[in-house]
């Protein structure tokens, strides 16, 4: 008899990751950035006026509306097939960005870290299977900076309050606490404690989907966390407490939509970011974001 893990196959609460979202002020920096640089695509159905550019990343989005720029306390994690492409790319923006905070590295074969014009972080990893699962192209985290001593109460937050998984593990150093907490098949949030000063919480936020709905937002309304009643299909929160004391450990808005939410699970448009005019293969117009499974 074959026997499987069958607790791998899991998914919490919080069945989808949506989006990412942080203001930026010029769209057109933004375009060349996320679409030339990165080689991602703009979502061709929605917000595609010159206020809001949506990117798609696989199966998840960043939202990018014009305002101050935000900036994430911490960085975003992505998946690429190909960094050697990536690199090239990056180069080609390169004279467009001067003076902006736009920089990159190769920080190894499989990895490439990259500041967007406005100083996000984001870390880009070669496809990986035993960390990543099936993604080939996608935002397999977010990972934010938390307080010291912070970790055990945000991790209790998401499982009593969220009624989600959250796991407790230390960074590479053996000494660093660390909260992951899965959303989705493949991607999820990253709470890692540092004893650096935060900066002050700037209006960034994330979208998620959770299962049990209405229960959430019971107990977000039992602890007066609700921010925002935005329709019958969403709310937001913003507090994360600390919940035997009350106190606030961290601010990161969430906005929290159903699964009977008209955009769920939405197919989401990626383009080969390698077919030129000049380069041009009928069929191969779209990236593979998912390994096939046989």
Not at 1 to 23: A, K, P, W, Y
Not at 154 to 177: C, S, V
Not at 186 to 212: F, W
Request: with cysteine.
């Amino acid at each position: 008899m074959t026997f499987f893990d069958r607790s791998s196959q899991d998914v919490g609460n919080i069945v989808e990751f949506g989006h990412l979202n942080v203001c930026v002020p010029d769209q057109q920096q933004a375009l060349i950035f996320y679409v030339m640089g990165l080689g991602l695509t703009r979502d061709p159905y929605l917000n595609t006026g010159v206020d809001n550019l949506w990117i798609n990343v696989g199966a998840t989005q960043f939202h990018l509306p014009t305002g101050t720029a935000q900036v994430l306390r911490g960085r975003v994690g992505l998946v690429m097939p190909d960094l050697g492409a990536l690199l090239a790319r990056l180069e080609r923006i390169q004279p467009r960005l001067v003076g902006t905070c736009f920089r990159f590295s190769a920080v190894d074969p499989a990895t490439v870290d990259v500041v967007c014009p406005w100083g996000n972080p984001m870390r880009i990893h070669a496809p990986d299977a035993a960390r990543f699962g099936r993604i080939l192209l996608g935002m397999p985290y977010v990972e934010i900076d938390i307080p010291p001593g912070s970790a055990v109460s945000l991790a209790r937050f998401y499982r009593e309050i969220l009624g989600n998984q959250a796991k407790l593990a230390t960074d590479n150093d053996g000494n660093t606490p660390v909260v992951h907490i899965p959303m989705g098949i493949s991607e999820g949030l990253v709470l890692r404690e540092t004893t650096q000063p935060l900066p002050a919480y700037d209006g960034h936020h994330i979208q998620i989907t959770v299962a049990d709905f209405s229960g959430v937002h019971q107990r977000l309304v039992a602890r007066g966390l609700i921010s925002e009643e935005s329709n019958l299909s969403q709310y937001r929160f913003q507090d994360l407490i600390d919940l035997d004391s009350g106190g606030v450990l961290l601010t990161l808005e969430h906005e929290v939509r159903s699964m009977r939410h008209p955009l769920y699970a939405r197919a989401l448009i990626n383009r080969n970011p390698e077919l030129t005019h000049h380069h041009y293969a009928s069929g191969h117009e779209e990236a593979v974001w998912r390994i096939k499974t046989t």
